[in-house]
């Protein structure tokens, strides 16, 4: 599975952004997908998930009631949208994809895509 996410970019807090992450793959459906970030010297984070029939989502209680993830099984899409952004939230953001949900640890996923770098200015 191929993943590239989209969408980062530099904004106010305060503010809003929307990340998108294609998948190639066929069975996109089957995949539980995720977003995790990483800023810089520290670890990589997980930030939501949503499994793949979109009736269960996962979020960190640090993005709970800001960031909604939701995923479009048509285009193979997943998708982060965030409010509310605080500076805390800059990093880089990651896509990720898995076939079972086992939690919110980042070895708990097996593919990967190349992030998106989000900046939040005070």
């Known amino acids: 599975v191929l993943l590239q996410a989209s969408g980062g970019g530099l904004v106010q807090a305060g503010g809003s952004l929307r990340l998108s992450c294609a998948a190639s793959?066929?069975?996109?459906?089957?995949?539980?997908m995720g977003w995790f970030r990483q800023a810089p010297g520290k670890e990589r984070d997980f930030v939501a998930a949503?499994?793949?029939?979109?009736?269960?989502?996962y979020y960190a209680d640090s993005v709970k009631d800001r960031f909604t993830i939701s995923r479009d099984n048509a285009k193979n899409t997943v998708y982060l949208q965030m409010n509310s952004l605080k500076p805390e939230d800059t990093a880089v953001y990651y896509c990720?994809?898995?076939?079972?949900?086992?939690?919110?640890?980042?070895?708990?996923?097996?593919?990967w895509g190349q992030g998106t770098l989000v900046t939040v200015s005070s």
């Open positions: 990720a994809a898995d076939r079972y949900y086992r939690g919110g640890k980042a070895a708990d996923y097996a593919y």
């Open positions: 793959t066929r069975t996109f459906s089957n995949y539980v």
């Open positions: 949503v499994r793949g029939s979109s009736t269960s989502t």
